[in-house]
């Protein structure tokens, strides 16, 4: 029988519930999404209610971990669906806030009058005073767009990278605290999208403010992500226990991601090409391969070949996220490419 979860809207009802909760003597554990669930996102809950009482889910498209540039505007949603799906897996809360950016600091400016996501009263997913990278440019043009800025990533571009919280020059939403995680967010995904995990630490550094759980459940498939908030857990003090949950994937071996519904049917068949390069050198690595630029150059040329485009393709250490020349102790091997207009991440853990 389906269950009906409560849904809350707003950041002090959802604090409160969880504190008379948690007054009850019950567990909580939050499993943050941006909605468009899939049986990826069910088994992180599934996860989530193996260690606690009560199971919280969060949805929230969040605008701080987009550049303007990036694909905010098309992100999928089915609200709707998403609550279908969750009364069947036994869910107790949804938190669904409109927008966890808006303070309200300016009277001239009522709380709420921004739309879901956090942009001006228009209506269009839109935030017009960044330019089309989300970076205000110096005069140094050697350097590429939006690889660098006052975010501490190299590359030397003079200016401002931003996200699609932040407008220029009146701070109109009134947010500007940020929480960062150094070292763990340069390279991999930190190198092509500087904004991204800034916005991620920041606005789960947020929910769990809220929400406070005892427990928080994060796909590895986002495995650098999944890593940040362990590393911000810990050194920031939350009393969280973060549990990184296995990658689930279509019965084709396709990560399943809620993106993956923008891939059209022959880009689908070839981004199977990541699941089947990773795999293939997963098993040359535990037969002995530990060169990690032969098995990093079978995985691009095989990407390539099926007609995707690389973004990176690196082997980390596990904990550490530092590249390594040779497979000496746990790695990750991960993954992000584009097919046609849709950029999918994949990772795959060696332990040899």
């Known amino acids: 029988m389906a269950k009906e979860p409560e849904i809350m809207r707003d950041k002090d009802q959802m604090r409160t519930w969880s504190r008379s909760m948690r007054s009850k003597g019950k567990t909580l554990a939050l499993v943050p999404t941006m909605g468009y669930l899939h049986q990826g996102h069910l088994s992180l809950i599934q996860e989530a209610q193996k260690h606690c009482q009560l199971t919280i889910v969060s949805i929230y498209i969040n605008p701080g971990q987009f550049?303007?540039?990036?694909?905010?505007?098309?992100?999928?949603?089915?609200?709707?669906?998403?609550?279908?799906?969750?009364?069947?897996?036994?869910v107790d809360a949804v938190f669904c806030p409109k927008n966890l950016y808006d303070y309200a600091i300016d009277s001239k400016i009522p709380s709420g009058s921004y739309s879901d996501l956090g942009f001006d009263g228009t209506g269009e997913r839109k935030v017009g005073s960044c330019d089309e990278n989300g970076v205000e440019f110096g005069k140094d043009e050697k350097n590429p767009r939006g690889s660098s800025g006052d975010l501490g990533f190299e590359g030397g571009v003079k200016g401002k990278v931003v996200s699609c919280v932040e407008e220029k020059g009146d701070g109109r939403l009134g947010h500007e605290t940020w929480v960062r995680v150094e070292r763990l967010e340069k390279g991999l995904c930190g190198n092509s999208r500087p904004v991204f995990f800034r916005g991620v630490a920041t606005i789960v550094a947020k929910l769990f403010n809220i929400v406070e759980p005892d427990v928080a459940v994060f796909g590895k498939k986002d495995y650098q992500q999944w890593r940040i908030i362990r590393r911000m857990v810990r050194d920031l003090d939350f009393g969280i226990n973060v549990i990184g949950s296995e990658i689930v994937r279509d019965v084709d071996g396709l990560a399943m991601s809620s993106r993956n519904v923008h891939l059209l049917p022959e880009e689908r068949d070839k981004a199977l090409s990541i699941n089947k390069a990773l795999s293939?050198?997963?098993?040359?690595?535990q037969n002995g391969q530990i060169s990690c630029k032969e098995l990093r150059h079978s995985v691009v040329q095989a990407i390539f070949e099926a007609g995707g485009r690389v973004d990176y393709a690196e082997i980390v250490d596990q904990e550490s996220l530092k590249p390594v020349e040779e497979i000496k102790s746990p790695v990750v091997f991960s993954v992000a490419a584009w097919f046609g207009k849709v950029r999918l991440i994949d990772n795959m853990e060696i332990n040899v």
């Open 280 to 285: 293939k050198a997963k098993f040359s690595a």
């Open 67 to 90: 550049a303007p540039s990036e694909d905010l505007s098309t992100y999928p949603s089915d609200f709707q669906g998403d609550l279908e799906k969750l009364k069947k897996v036994g």
